[in-house]
């Protein structure tokens, strides 16, 4: 089993040609509304993945909470531990540029009010052996929360820190498992990396002197992972992109359906490694998540 403590949002997601330079204003191609929020994003990859999963987290009473919502019903997820509570739902409003990139604002509104408690209760009905899948669009004291109660329940854990914030110094050595992309690590190792040579190069000094287990995902240069001594690196399929907003979240989602099934840790990577990259092939956070199927047949 898998339980995801995280946000859960309404995405609005416009398209234009190119994302806009400060102060310009560009015209759009189009427009869309998605579910999203990095929490819910998450629990469907390890659903369409596989894994049982129970997501933890608050919507609001408007509008968007059913539609937030519906794809994680739909497939099945265990939304018993999310709770409705007065005000707005999450949003994130998101524009995608024409070669795939994204500019992402993010307004909490009810994921604001994920508390200590939601978290410690949701890990307390996990059992030794499962896993435990968080980010950082709630706020920190849960997430910090949620981190100790998995340690004390032998819980693995898995931390995602994203959106980067002052509180990943503190939490990340909390975590059994930490995921960061290029930017995110650069705060880790306190070195900005460039390219793939000194992304190994600072993962190698920062696994020697932490020993924790990280991954960092590069985007097109695919995957770098550091567990128990050992530096690996996984490339990504080649593709063309045409919205990359859900692959993160899908990479996270398959690595820990992968990691709770028991596969082999490199294997793991690698098929969370292809699913984000067919992550990146259509628009929009949740409906660009794959199943299990399209992803096996890639690999």
Request: with cysteine; charged share 20%; proline share 4%.
């Amino acid at each position: 089993m898998i339980t995801i403590i995280g946000s859960i949002n309404m995405d609005l997601i416009a398209t234009t040609e190119r994302l806009p330079e400060p102060g310009e204003t560009v015209t759009g191609t189009d427009f869309a509304t998605a579910p999203g929020g990095k929490g819910a994003n998450q629990a469907l990859a390890a659903r369409r993945a596989g894994a049982s999963v129970r997501l933890c987290g608050a919507v609001g009473d408007d509008g968007f909470a059913t539609e937030a919502l519906a794809l994680l019903d739909e497939a099945g997820a265990d939304l018993g531990a999310v709770r409705h509570l007065p005000g707005p739902t999450g949003t994130a409003l998101i524009l995608v540029g024409g070669d795939g990139e994204n500019m992402i604002a993010v307004i909490p509104a009810a994921n604001g009010n994920v508390t200590v408690e939601d978290a410690e209760q949701a890990v307390a009905r996990m059992d030794e052996g499962d896993t435990l899948l968080l980010q950082m669009e709630i706020p920190e004291e849960a997430v910090a929360a949620a981190l100790s109660a998995a340690r004390a329940r032998s819980v693995t854990s898995i931390l995602n820190i994203a959106p980067l914030s002052n509180a990943v110094a503190r939490l990340a050595p909390m975590a059994d498992i930490v995921i960061a992309n290029e930017t995110e690590f650069a705060r880790l190792s306190g070195s900005k990396v460039e390219t793939l040579s000194e992304a190994r190069t600072e993962l190698t000094a920062l696994h020697k002197k932490t020993g924790q287990c990280m991954i960092v995902t590069l985007g097109a240069d695919g995957v770098l992972w550091a567990r128990d001594g050992q530096i690996a690196h996984v490339e990504s399929l080649r593709i063309t992109p045409v919205d990359t907003v859900g692959a993160g979240d899908t990479f996270c989602g398959y690595l820990a359906q992968g990691l709770d099934s028991g596969m082999e840790f490199a294997a793991a990577i690698r098929r969370a490694a292809v699913a984000g990259a067919l992550a990146c092939l259509k628009p929009g956070a949740q409906p660009s998540i794959p199943l299990a199927s399209d992803v096996d047949a890639r690999l």
